[in-house]
C-alpha cells in the first residue's frame, strides 16, 4: 500500500500567501454538489455538507481497495455567486448560488465515483446523493491570497484581492472559490484559514 499526500501533490492549490498573487490551477476531478440559498439558513447547504463527507470518505476507501493507494480526504471547497452582481447584497445571501466540492485523486474515476456515490447515498440515506456528481474542474489563471480568521470578516481581504486583480490590468473570469483548509465542522472561527481565489482574465 501506498500513501499519497494530495496537499503536496496539488501544492499550489493549497497553499497561499498574505498577500495576493497569481496563479494557474489546472483542472482536476471534485465531488460537486450545487445548490442555492442562504449557507447559514438554507437547509439544501447543510444536506450537501452532510452528503459529500461521507461520499468522499467512501471514494477514499473505494480506490484504497482498487490501487492499493490511501490518501488523506481533502478539504471543503466552495464556488459562490449571484447571477445579477448587481443585487449583490452581503446582508442578503438568500439569492446566493454555489457549489460545494472535494477534490478528489486521479485514480477516482467517473465510473468508480458513481458507483460509490449510489452505495453510500443509499446505504446511509445521504440526503443530497441524488445531487452529487463527478466533474473535473480547475480556476485557469487566478488571483489569490490567505485569510485567517472568521469567515464573516473575508470583507476587507476580499477587497484587497480585487483591489490587486484591477491593478495588475485583469477582470473577473468566474466564480468567488473559498478553499477551507481549516475543517470548517470543528475550527474555532478564530483560527481558520481559507484560501479566497478569483478566476481573472484579461
Given at each position: 500500500m501506498s500513501s499519497v499526500d494530495l496537499k503536496k501533490t496539488y501544492r499550489d492549490h493549497y497553499t497561499a500567501r498574505d498577500e495576493p498573487v497569481l496563479v494557474e490551477i489546472a483542472a482536476r476531478p471534485f465531488l460537486m454538489i450545487d445548490g442555492e440559498g442562504d449557507p447559514n439558513t438554507a437547509q439544501a447547504y447543510q444536506d450537501a455538507l452532510a452528503t459529500l463527507y461521507p461520499l468522499a470518505y467512501g471514494?477514499?476507501?473505494?480506490?484504497?481497495?482498487?490501487?492499493?493507494?490511501?490518501?488523506?480526504?481533502?478539504?471543503?471547497?466552495?464556488?459562490?455567486?449571484?447571477?445579477?452582481?448587481?443585487?449583490?447584497?452581503?446582508?442578503?445571501?438568500?439569492?446566493?448560488?454555489?457549489?460545494?466540492?472535494?477534490?478528489l485523486p486521479d485514480e477516482a474515476t467517473p465510473d468508480l465515483d458513481a458507483a460509490v456515490i449510489a452505495d453510500v447515498t443509499a446505504k446511509k440515506d445521504l440526503p443530497s446523493g441524488d445531487l452529487a456528481r463527478y466533474q473535473h474542474f480547475g480556476d485557469g489563471p487566478a488571483a489569490q491570497i490567505l485569510h485567517r480568521g472568521p469567515y464573516a470578516a473575508e470583507g476587507p481581504t476580499i477587497a484587497r484581492l480585487h483591489g490587486f486583480i484591477t491593478d495588475?490590468?485583469?477582470?473577473?473570469?468566474g466564480e468567488h472559490h473559498e478553499i477551507y483548509?481549516?475543517?470548517?465542522?470543528?475550527?474555532?472561527?478564530?483560527?481558520?484559514r481559507t484560501i479566497i481565489r478569483q478566476p481573472v482574465t484579461r
Open positions: 471514494v477514499r476507501k473505494a480506490v484504497k481497495d482498487a490501487t492499493g493507494i490511501a490518501y488523506t480526504v481533502m478539504p471543503l471547497e466552495g464556488l459562490w455567486w449571484v447571477d445579477d452582481w448587481a443585487e449583490f447584497d452581503i446582508a442578503d445571501k438568500s439569492n446566493w448560488k454555489w457549489t460545494m466540492l472535494i477534490s495588475e490590468g485583469y477582470r473577473f473570469g483548509l481549516t475543517d470548517v465542522r470543528r475550527s474555532a472561527p478564530e483560527n481558520n
